[in-house]
């Protein structure tokens, strides 16, 4: 196989659809780190770095993931054969700590390019292969308002695109956000499953209170109600109450999964590949959850359509996947960089099937949406034909 040629990186800012709150942060767009990385057969591998909210989410932003993957990654991929991703990834992790969101763009990219040269979806190089080719996915309602949210999720539920809903909640009091979600619950009754992500914005009593509650409105799920460090205090929480609590900024790798798992800090993984560091990276936490008896969930990261498709390579391999996946950043952005839409319908994902990632890109979208690209107010987006 030949070596690598070249590496490149550029930033791409996605308006999204509506305002999405969460506790650290309200979006009005998603920005991503676009990794393309091509051999000297002009094979091409592409991979997508994405975070929250920039560094109101975590260590990580668009920025910094672009300087590390071109001032300190970049270097150590140039002349190497693609095909040793585990090699390649290894020396990355010995001179470059943490960012795992910059590695998980590479090894994304690395993977889609020998899926490519072998002919073969990425699923198929980890984990054993495909075991299911759609993924149910829940749509996360973040608006704030009570009226809106209703709306939005009945007509989400009559294009049967979503029966799993997932609400943003943690900038109110804890009785106010409690209402809301009630009210949402008590419209939607058992035509759909709703769950909370509180994005780490309680303390642990008022997490006791708020869990308390939401129990008793019958909500499903409770995400990261307290920071994810606290481990203690997850462990005390999920000892206290019935209603299942799934830690995600608390894993940050497999080291964390084996830390949560050995405290019984959850009973649900919000799994990760851009968290995690990595399609194997993530994999690795799977196994420790499924060793322990946890359950899991498919993350997101509001990954466009790149770091969606990656993420739901992974998810097809697993045993497991108890509580379906949220992979629905593609939805979330007013117009993608995929040159054809993913298809979600009958509340499922389909998992692309052709070689690599199985996607192609739009260049012109790229090329409009690139921050580094100067435009003037009155430039439109272009029209597709």
Not at 341 to 350: N, S, T
Request: proline share 4%; aromatic share 4%; hydrophobic share 45%.
């Amino acid at each position: 196989m030949s070596g690598i040629e070249s590496v490149d990186t550029l930033i791409i800012d996605l308006p999204t659809i509506r305002p999405h709150v969460l506790a650290m942060a309200t979006m009005h767009h998603q920005s991503i780190v676009l990794v393309r990385i091509r051999d000297t057969d002009g094979v091409e591998g592409v991979g997508e770095g994405t975070t929250i909210g920039g560094f109101s989410y975590c260590e990580e932003s668009p920025e910094s993931t672009k300087l590390a993957i071109d001032d300190y990654m970049a270097a150590t991929l140039i002349g190497r054969d693609p095909a040793q991703v585990g090699a390649i990834m290894a020396d990355i992790a010995r001179h470059v700590v943490g960012n795992h969101m910059a590695k998980c763009a590479v090894e994304t990219a690395l993977l889609d390019l020998v899926g490519k040269r072998l002919g073969l979806p990425v699923s198929e190089l980890i984990g054993g292969g495909r075991r299911r080719d759609r993924l149910p996915v829940a749509w996360t309602l973040a608006s704030g308002d009570t009226a809106r949210d209703v709306e939005e999720a009945g007509r989400v539920l009559a294009e049967r695109r979503h029966n799993i809903f997932k609400l943003k909640i943690g900038k109110r009091e804890v009785r106010e956000d409690v209402a809301h979600v009630a009210a949402i619950k008590r419209a939607l009754g058992d035509r759909a499953s709703v769950r909370v992500d509180v994005n780490q914005g309680w303390s642990e009593a008022q997490a006791h209170l708020g869990m308390r509650l939401l129990q008793d409105a019958d909500i499903d799920l409770v995400e990261q109600p307290v920071r994810g460090k606290n481990h203690a205090a997850m462990t005390r929480l999920s000892a206290a109450h019935g209603i299942p609590l799934m830690a995600d900024e608390a894993l940050r790798g497999p080291a964390d999964a084996f830390a949560v798992a050995s405290t019984a800090g959850a009973r649900v993984f919000a799994l990760k590949i851009a968290q995690a560091g990595g399609l194997y990276a993530a994999h690795a936490v799977a196994t420790i959850a499924s060793a322990a008896g946890i359950g899991l969930y498919g993350g997101t990261m509001l990954e466009a359509g790149v770091g969606t498709v990656a993420s739901a390579q992974l998810f097809s391999v697993l045993p497991d996947l108890e509580w379906g996946t949220e992979l629905f950043g593609s939805l979330l952005v007013r117009e993608d960089i995929l040159a054809e839409p993913l298809r979600y319908a009958d509340f499922h994902l389909e998992v692309p099937t052709g070689p690599g990632l199985g996607i192609a890109l739009d260049e012109d979208r790229i090329e409009f949406y690139r921050r580094d690209r100067p435009r003037s107010p009155a430039q439109s987006i272009p029209e597709k034909v």
